[in-house]
């Protein structure tokens, strides 16, 4: 693997100035890491607009200091969300890449206990925020640099998944928590795929398309094992590429016998990968997405009723 996996990519729209732990932040530029800030040095106001002058999306941070950084994060989440001062996109993208770091270190220790509890903490601040904030989807689209895909796009899945479930359904917070845990690590299974299939660019060979589906399959095994996830977290793991039709994979279950989690992530799954800038086309907007989703709902891809309901409820929090 590239050097990148040493370097974690921060949105600068989620540091907060004034508010960020005493770690060092560097410029990526022409390939190399260059110090921007040491750690001892405030990341001020003046900081903030002189990136957004010179377009600087992201700043890095080595990935040995994520710990300080998330646990900074964390603990003071609660806070910066409660905060006057910060924009809702503000708050939306703090809270989105505090969770997407959270979800990084899931992938690759879920069956640690601290993981998991860290996870559940950030269920319920992504259930708070979707629930309360009008404006809370919007923020999701933009804030993660591309190598970091699949983080970004779990927690866009958790985000509308919660949304669903809280607006259709009476779930107790338990199972709310397991519904967002178990969307953020849906494609758990992925890591056990090579690296070579899923960067690749072009149409997946056969072969290749046989392989990535297995992820759903290996995930849930893997996890299962774990021991400590729920039916709810396994059910989103292993069926969330499930069809209505009962074309789907890895069981090839059918309608109603598909668990309903499973049903409601296969259609936030879709939308957030469509709505989603990828490095082999750009993101559709979100007529778009719908439209080809509708199209696929006919062809038996999704529960009709429950699509509809999902189109009923993104539509409410599209902006004017
Ligand atoms: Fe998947």
């Given at each position: 693997?590239s050097?990148?996996?040493y ?18 932040l ?5 390939g190399?890491y ?10 001020t106001?003046e ?7 010179s377009?600087?999306?992201?700043l890095?941070?080595r990935s040995g200091d ?10 003071n ?5 409660a905060?006057?001062?910060l ?5 939306g993208r703090i809270?989105?890449?505090t969770?997407v770091n ?8 879920p069956e ?10 950030m ?6 925020h979707?629930a309360?904030d ?5 923020s999701?689209?933009t ?11 779990a ?5 509308l998944s919660?949304l669903v479930?809280?607006?259709?359904f ?8 397991d519904?967002?845990?178990?969307s953020l690590?849906?494609d ?6 090579s690296?070579?299939?899923l ?6 060979s056969?072969?290749?398309y046989?392989i990535v ?16 996830y729920s039916g709810?977290?396994?059910n ?6 499930e ?12 309608g ?5 989690s499973g049903?409601?992530?296969?259609i936030?799954d879709?939308y957030?990968a ?5 490095a ?7 007529a778009?997405a ?28 599209q902006?004017?």
């Amino acid at each position: 693997m590239s050097k990148d996996r040493y370097w974690r990519a921060i949105s600068i729209d989620s540091i907060s100035p004034e508010c960020f732990p005493n770690v060092a932040l560097y410029l990526r530029s022409g390939g190399n890491y260059v110090l921007y800030k040491d750690p001892d040095r405030m990341f001020t106001i003046e900081d903030h607009l002189r990136l957004e002058r010179s377009r600087t999306e992201f700043l890095y941070v080595r990935s040995g200091d994520m710990d300080i950084l998330n646990e900074f994060m964390e603990n003071n989440l609660t806070e910066m969300l409660a905060r006057n001062d910060l924009s809702s996109t503000a708050k939306g993208r703090i809270l989105y890449q505090t969770s997407v770091n959270c979800v990084i270190d899931m992938f690759e220790s879920p069956e640690t206990a601290a993981n998991l509890l860290r996870c559940r903490n950030m269920v319920q601040h992504i259930m708070q925020h979707v629930a309360t904030d009008s404006h809370a989807l919007e923020s999701l689209k933009t804030v993660i640099s591309h190598n970091f895909y699949i983080f970004a796009h779990a927690v866009q899945v958790a985000a509308l998944s919660l949304l669903v479930h809280e607006k259709l359904f009476e779930l107790a917070p338990d199972e709310m928590v397991d519904v967002g845990i178990g969307s953020l690590i849906h494609d758990y299974g992925m890591t056990f795929i090579s690296s070579d299939v899923l960067e690749k660019n072009d149409a997946l060979s056969g072969i290749e398309y046989y392989i990535v589906k297995q992820h759903t399959q290996k995930g849930y095994e893997y996890l299962k094992r774990c021991g400590n996830y729920s039916g709810v977290v396994l059910n989103i793991v292993r069926y969330h590429h499930e069809r209505y039709d009962g074309n789907g994979y890895p069981t090839g279950l059918k309608g109603g016998d598909i668990p309903r989690s499973g049903q409601v992530t296969a259609i936030c799954d879709v939308y957030s990968a469509l709505i989603m800038d990828r490095a082999h086309r750009k993101a559709r907007s979100h007529a778009d997405a719908i439209k080809v989703m509708r199209e696929d709902s006919k062809n038996g891809a999704f529960n009709p009723d429950l699509f509809e309901h999902f189109v009923a409820i993104i539509n409410e929090r599209q902006p004017a």
